[in-house]
């Protein structure tokens, strides 16, 4: 079955450090999202692709970065991470045509001390 | 700019029926949407409405939707322990810093016995 599955689930890093969390999709889809959800706020867009090689700043896309080197795989690096980015991610992905529905993958828990 | 908005918390007893309520104001809106989240878990998407439509029931769910207030409601009847979750409204928009989805922040329904 197609699948969407996020790495690591749960991660705790320091100040400072690079950070990169994996989506993989076997969908085949052209979308792909990155949200961060935190209380109070819902889901904020980090970043998102509609393509290989085509990438797109979302609400709250300071800090991170992405790159879509092929359908299937959409990392996200925090190039420095801060304690504001303490969260949980979550990467989606959708064909983009009709309804376009959202296949979410199961998070991602990032503390950062 | 376009924003959903949604009441946070809400809860029911067990047999009761749930509305869950939501305002949108982007008038160009296609799809909304109803997306499920459980405890630790990603988003499900629920049921989605069309926007030329007024009403679509699926089961236990009934989608409402009144296009002259911007205002989508989710009705879940006879409601049960395992709907309790959070639940999402989005609506579907095109370009601009949101790619695909504008989410609400969320309401969580809890179940009680």
């Given at each position: 079955d197609a699948e969407i599955t996020q790495s690591p689930r749960h991660k705790i890093t320091e100040t400072g450090r690079q950070v990169t969390l994996a989506c993989h999709q076997t969908w085949n889809h052209n979308n792909m999202f990155w949200y961060r959800q935190d209380l109070g706020h819902g889901l904020r867009l980090i970043h998102y692709s509609y393509g290989v090689h085509d990438t797109n700043k979302g609400e709250v896309s300071?800090?991170?970065?992405v790159s879509r080197s092929n359908t299937e795989d959409l990392p996200l690096t925090l190039e420095s991470a801060a304690s504001s980015q303490t969260s949980v991610y979550f990467c989606a992905?959708?064909?983009?045509t009709g309804a376009g529905e959202l296949?979410?993958?199961?998070?991602s828990r990032l503390t950062v001390l | 700019g376009e924003d959903v908005e949604q009441s946070l918390f809400l809860s029911v007893r067990e047999g009761d029926s749930s509305v869950i309520n939501c305002t949108y104001t982007?008038?160009?809106?296609?799809?909304?949407?109803?997306?499920?989240?459980e405890p630790g878990?990603?988003?499900?998407?629920?049921?989605?409405?069309?926007?030329n439509m007024d009403m679509k029931q699926d089961q236990r769910l009934t989608v409402l939707l009144n296009k002259k207030d911007k205002h989508l409601?989710?009705?879940?009847?006879?409601?049960?322990?395992?709907?309790?979750?959070?639940?999402?409204?989005?609506?579907?928009?095109?370009?601009?810093?949101?790619?695909?989805?504008?989410?609400?922040?969320?309401?969580?329904?809890?179940?009680?016995?």
């Open positions: 300071d800090g991170y970065s992905s959708s064909t983009g296949f979410f993958g199961e998070g | 982007d008038s160009s809106s296609t799809y909304l949407y109803w997306y499920k989240q878990a990603g988003l499900q998407l629920l049921t989605y409405i069309f926007s409601s989710l009705r879940i009847a006879d409601t049960q322990t395992g709907d309790s979750a959070i639940y999402f409204c989005a609506e579907k928009i095109y370009g601009g810093s949101q790619g695909n989805l504008i989410f609400g922040k969320g309401t969580k329904l809890s179940v009680k016995p």
